[in-house]
């Protein structure tokens, strides 16, 4: 294996143990149709390095396992997260353009998901709006905080 194989796996796993620490330390905020998640905030290390992008996905598995989520969330809400990440990666070059895939994937996955498998009665529409609101939220303290 190599130096950089090595260094990978381990910010990967940095990445993953964090993700799951912030998500499950708040969960009253974490879950639910305005959900505000400080684990997401990490989402903007696919900027710096690609180890990241499944870390981040692991991370929100074991969140979502530990946070009590059900089945239909743990996987879609991951897969929202992966796909966030890895657009985030993919628009690594231009920081202002981050943001967008992240906070898109999670306002139109995760609001099906609070619909179908929580029963949250709240119109889609409405829940695409507040789960993005809650992603503005931690990505506008995220650019604040490193830009």
């Not at 997401?40 to 390095?49: G, H």
């Not at 692991?58 to 743990?74: P, Q, S």
């Not at 099906?112 to 789960?131: G, H, K, N, S």
């Amino acid at each position: 294996m190599t130096k950089k194989y090595i260094t990978n796996i381990t910010q990967g796993a940095v990445i993953a143990a964090l993700y799951v620490v912030l998500t499950v330390l708040f969960v009253p905020i974490s879950f639910g149709a305005m959900q505000i998640r400080f684990s997401e905030m990490l989402t903007v290390l696919p900027m710096f390095t690609p180890a990241a992008v499944p870390g981040l996905f692991i991370g929100c598995l074991l969140g979502n396992i530990l946070g009590g989520a059900v089945i239909w969330d743990t996987v879609f809400g991951s897969l929202a997260t992966l796909i966030g990440a890895f657009g985030c990666y993919l628009l690594r070059k231009n920081r202002w353009l981050t943001p967008i895939p992240t906070i898109a994937a999670n306002a139109v996955i995760v609001p099906f998901v609070l619909r179908y498998a929580y029963e949250v009665t709240i119109a889609i529409p409405l829940l695409m709006q507040y789960v993005m609101i809650g992603e503005v939220i931690i990505w506008e303290k995220c650019l604040y905080r490193f830009f």
